[in-house]
């Protein structure tokens, strides 16, 4: 695509479910789609276009029939979307080529017809869509930049801005038709005087997911990342970016999460490459991959989840980043939650510290108090292999629950520990490491934190609090800085 085209494209599309603000969440085949041509050097349009496109499933939710009018007596008679996307190429070029121009840029009225409903539907119907649809401009975005004063671009409506030209309303009924007329009306405002608008504010769809590690000095936004539970046990990171096509994926922003065992447990944190595309993703709550439909989806918050249940913990085990990717979760400011509720989000020994009791030669079980820092959970490459890092105290996360416990109850449950010695490092943290290669030695390890400082004395075994625990071999899983 031209990074500045000679003509728009005016584009719009119904399903045969919901439409509007909630197109594309109910996965619901493309059944309408309506375009015109608008020469912005002439301004000039061309002829409209309305198509019926015939879905796999003939069935019209009661909404859609009282909301477009469309019958399945018109999809009977209709194309399939593949036959009906190739008359709109022939129709463009042949259009374009009678005007005598190069390049075109579809222009649609908020994202969703192209990113909610054409790219998945096509991801689903192994269709190869038209290098077109990968590139395009939102008519609200290109409104806000010369008319700022109309209200933010979330906010804006094809009524709102006609109304904010001091347009007149159009008599037009037709689902459809009525909003292309509508758009080319506010197109030719913003062509003229004082605007001359560009349209070169092009809107992109990644052709793939990219995987790959990212810098680690990057900073990850904390309000892009969702976690998808219910995935088929052996999807892949490209699987998963495909259940999401239309969306961007952060590169490398697939993460996998393992069980107990080291297997797939279903579960996955995708980051996108902002909020906005984070919440459309959401928008795909229960939708299928293949036969097996997304249980839940909830955006990530303080290292756990806030979805329609509430709040709840994040996996067990931590996730390992499929090859070769990397994240970092940074902590989220302490404004956003009460101290009290983002202590639900850290295992009882975090959320409520206590001094370190004065060391004694008991052999009893060792116990570590941690006082808990601004550090977030991080995921690194490590030769290849995802080594989850995080600030910790010497009690596994798969044995220990998430929620804290009753402070009173947390308190009598340490006051019954026996005094034990304790580790203790001025100024430094213990920090537990998982997905580690079998073959790593200390001299790995301390190469994997160069830059930081550590205590090489500091490499002895550290024993669970439990009964049961056994004793974790150094340097595989515990490290102490």
């Given amino acids: 695509m031209a990074s500045h085209s000679d003509t728009l494209v005016v584009f ?274 229960k939708h299928h991959m293949g036969s097996r439909y997304i249980e839940e989806m909830s955006f990530v918050l303080m290292g756990g989840t806030l979805n329609r249940s509430g709040l709840s913990p994040p996996p067990c085990k931590l996730p390992c980043l499929s090859p070769p990717t990397y994240a970092a979760f940074p902590a989220t400011a302490a404004a956003l939650l009460p101290a009290t509720e983002a202590a639900l989000y850290q295992p009882p020994l975090l959320a409520a510290p206590r001094a370190a009791p004065p060391p004694t030669p008991a052999s009893t079980p060792a116990l570590a108090y941690y006082s808990p820092q601004h550090h977030a959970q991080l995921y690194m490459n490590m030769n290849m292999n995802y080594t989850a890092y995080y600030p910790s105290p010497p009690v596994s996360p798969s044995t220990v629950g998430y929620f804290a416990a009753p402070p009173g109850a947390l308190a009598a449950a340490v006051a019954t520990q026996a005094p034990a010695p304790v580790l203790s490092q001025p100024g430094g943290a213990l920090v537990r490491m998982q997905g580690l290669p079998y073959n790593t030695g200390v001299k790995e390890i301390l190469s994997f934190f160069q830059g930081y400082q550590y205590a090489p004395e500091d490499y002895s075994p550290v024993l669970q609090l439990s009964d049961q625990a056994r004793a974790l071999a150094p340097p595989k899983e515990w490290l102490c800085l």
């Fill in 12 to 285: 719009f599309g119904a399903t045969a479910g919901a439409n509007g603000g909630k197109l594309g969440s109910d996965e619901r085949e493309i059944i309408l789609l309506v375009w015109q041509i608008v020469d912005l050097h002439e301004k000039k349009v061309g002829k409209l276009q309305r198509r019926f496109v015939k879905p796999d499933t003939l069935e019209l939710t009661e909404q859609c029939k009282e909301e477009t009018g469309i019958t399945l007596e018109e999809l009977c008679k209709a194309e399939p979307l593949d036959r009906t996307l190739q008359q709109f190429q022939q129709y463009v070029s042949s259009e374009l080529k009678a005007l005598g121009r190069s390049s075109y840029t579809l222009c649609v009225t908020g994202p969703l017809i192209i990113r909610q409903a054409l790219h998945p539907e096509s991801s689903k119907k192994n269709l190869a869509l038209p290098d077109c649809f990968y590139s395009f401009v939102d008519l609200r975005s290109e409104f806000n930049k010369c008319c700022p004063n109309a209200g933010p671009v979330k906010d804006l409506t094809l009524d709102s801005m006609l109304q904010y030209m001091g347009s007149p309303s159009l008599a037009e009924q037709t689902v459809g038709v009525c909003e292309v007329k509508k758009m080319v009306v506010i197109i030719l405002h913003l062509l003229s005087d004082p605007y001359n608008c560009k349209f070169t504010s092009f809107l992109m769809v990644n052709y793939k997911f990219e995987s790959g590690a990212c810098s680690k000095t990057e900073a990850v936004d904390n309000e892009t990342v969702i976690r998808a539970r219910g995935l088929p046990w052996q999807s892949s990171d490209q699987d998963i970016a495909r259940f999401f096509k239309g969306l961007n994926i952060a590169k490398g922003g697939v993460a996998l999460c393992l069980n107990a065992q080291g297997r797939r447990n279903g579960e996955a944190l995708v980051r996108f490459v902002s909020p906005e595309h984070r919440d459309l993703a959401l928008e795909r709550h």
